[in-house]
């Protein structure tokens, strides 16, 4: 089956999809409307917010800083940021999503969304969960915020600063962490896609694509689960329009705030396994599995790196040898050293299965068949 009949059958309202193969891009499909308010088109260089997608750059930007000794993975997260009451969380615990902070307990203000610091301050006065290191579970919102005022207490700079001077500008890559009014203006703007019918419709946890547990189903439909307390705070949905609200897209929240396309998140994927990012060797270290098993907070079994996902029955489990990151709605990123494979795919009709959505993974699918 050809790779652009897939694209053309999952399009829905707007998508894009990237393939790099040994360095170069041999797959660049687009098509559909950016906004469906207006009929605006979904160009070559549309940008849109890639949800969870984020989270592997910014684990990218706290590696860079390791490399150059300024901090250990070992460092005592409180030894950076001394406010931070939870003894015993370092800096690997916050990438591999072992700190046991899924949730922050305090409602934040909307007044606050723009306010990093702020909203770390509210997580650094919380206890652990769990003991930091004995189990995992998806730090959907914390982790930016946790990894976040580490990268500002050390450097003084914001992951999305971090972004802009040592990934997108040397690369020459349209990924923004805190977007400018101009890229803005021309996003995507996602809606809603068609809504299940509920009597057939089963829950699904935000990273997987296939039917849930039976206890990840429960969880989704119980407001007071620690799934969804970990997706609820801060609230997207308090905003106007959501997600597409120009101060969330311009805050650059480190967990889910990267606007890019998917030609640019393909090239980023592509410059880290070519090493013109990382070192070979930091790359190396990162994508040994830290964390797999049952995820406390999907409650489905998940495996990460440092910062990156590992195949599991959430993400990419036909490819053994790949590693990068999913987000909401559909979103993907990934990449395949062993194969030279890099590629993206964003969209902006939201999937009722989330991140890995069917799109992603039939077409992810069917570049590997084809390789």
Known sequence: MRLDDVFARHVGLGAAFAVHVEGELVVDLWGGVADRRTGRPWTADT???????????????????????????????????????????????LLTHQAGLPVIEEQVPVEEYGDQAAIAARLARQSPLWEPGSAHGYHALTYGFLIGEVVRRVTGKSVGDLVAAEIAGPLGLDLWLGAPDDVIARAARLSAGPRPDPSR??????????????????????????MNRALGNPGVHRLKGGANHPDLLRAGWPAMGLVTTARALSGFYRALIAGEILQPDTLRDALRPRAAGRDRVLLVDTSFGLGFMLPSEGFAPFALTAFGHAGMGGFLGLADPARGLALAYTMNEMSAAFAGGTAAWELTKAVYDAL
């Open 201 to 226: 419709a089963r829950a699904t946890t935000p990273l997987v694509a296939a039917a849930p547990l039976s206890e990840a189903e429960e969880a989704a439909r119980d407001p007071y689960s620690l």
């Open 47 to 93: 940008p849109v917010l890639s949800y969870s997608c984020t989270k592997a750059v910014t684990a990218t930007v706290a590696l860079l800083l390791v490399e150059r000794g300024l901090f250990e993975l070992a460092t005592p997260v409180a030894a950076l940021w001394p406010e931070f009451a939870a003894q015993g969380v370092t800096v690997e615990h």
